[in-house]
């Protein structure tokens, strides 16, 4: 099968795309011919050399996939026939024509939902989900601050903060993904190069602040999210975009809010998968995907590159420019 590969650490010049084995599926394991998969800040900084894959899982890029069942490993439970199409948050792995799965990671796609788009759900919606409900414990009515609102992760925050009944705000760097967040279902959104996003998240709502942040920003924003955090919010980092070092008096000026910081890591572990968030998932938000549903939940795919260009998807996502995903088509 192809695959995407790199020898050495370092830029997009480095990625290629070769011929390795087809995996076979394990004990449990069901073998998924991918059609599509999804781009992710994960698979920039691994190819950097600074983001390694969990022990035991793939060094191929890739942490989501979406496809049809081409095999079942011993051990399988039933859950799946050949030719269901399904897709799965991965441990790595996913930029590949096949790739072997623990049967409970799967999820059904959608009804009337394409490769394309169902590839960009795993990775950024789940995510969102397990940070706005199992972290973030979002409660209806509640404030949501969500940075990077037009990237896959801030655009799935959005709509789910509004399933949740409460509201979202976003901060993003240009005005055309400023207006991307609004039809995403954004109450409010802000330009964080030309504007002071603490004092307009605190006019927007009055000086009473945000119940909840979601950070993958980092260092930069720590004054401006305790600035605009409200009393007994919960700021949720789970990236660092521009590093995690911070100067200055950070924990007294949380205390003095009685705020709480948390933190999660984006890629899968098997407890996530097997006990977490991804059934609940399944069962209360999958729905909202199919046709006719209402709300509605839509996914938004910037761009999509054939799998021989994965250098040229690598470089949009490293100038910031996607609004949505970027997803990796296999070949047919």
């Known amino acids: 099968m192809l695959a995407v590969y790199f020898d050495r650490p370092g830029g997009p010049e480095n990625l290629y795309v070769k011929e390795v084995m087809k995996p076979q599926p ?33 060094d191929i890029l890739g942490l989501e996939a979406a496809g049809s069942v081409a095999g079942l490993g011993p051990g399988c439970k039933g859950q799946w026939k050949i030719g269901d199409a399904v897709m799965a948050l991965l441990s790595g792995g996913g930029q590949a024509e096949y790739v072997t799965v623990p049967e409970g990671y799967l999820m059904p796609i959608p009804n009337d939902m394409t490769f394309i788009q169902a590839a960009a759900i795993p990775e950024a919606w789940l995510t969102a989900f ?37 509201v979202p705000i976003v901060t993003a760097g240009t005005q055309e993904k400023l207006k991307a967040t609004a039809n995403a279902g954004a109450a409010a959104g802000f330009n964080y190069k030309n504007e002071d996003f603490s004092e307009k998240v605190l006019e ?14 980092g260092s930069s924003y720590w004054e401006k999210n305790l600035s605009c955090l409200s009393t007994d919010g919960r700021w949720i980092v789970y990236g660092l975009l521009s590093g995690g070092e911070v100067h200055g008096d950070l924990l007294a000026r949380l205390l003095s809010k009685r705020g709480s910081i948390h933190t999660s890591l984006l890629r899968s572990r098997d407890k996530e998968a097997s006990n977490g968030y991804q059934q609940p998932f399944t069962e209360d938000v999958l729905p909202y995907f199919s046709r006719g549903a209402s709300p509605h939940l839509q996914t938004l795919v910037d761009s999509v590159y054939p799998l021989h260009e994965i250098a040229e998807a690598h470089r949009l996502m490293e100038e910031n420019k996607n609004i949505g995903k970027i997803v990796i088509e296999m070949p047919a």
């Open 130 to 166: 397990q940070l706005l409900h199992f972290v973030g414990k979002i409660q209806k009515g509640e404030r949501v601050l969500i940075h990077a609102g037009a990237s896959g992760v801030g655009t799935a925050a959005i709509q789910l903060v509004r399933l949740a009944k409460a």
């Open 204 to 217: 927007f709502t009055q000086g009473a602040g945000v119940d909840i942040i979601l950070d993958c920003v």
């Open 26 to 58: 394990g004990e449990g394991e069901v073998l998924v011919k991918v059609s599509a998969s999804a781009l992710n800040r994960a698979d920039l900084f691994q190819r950097r050399g600074k983001y390694p894959p969990p022990k035991g899982a793939s």
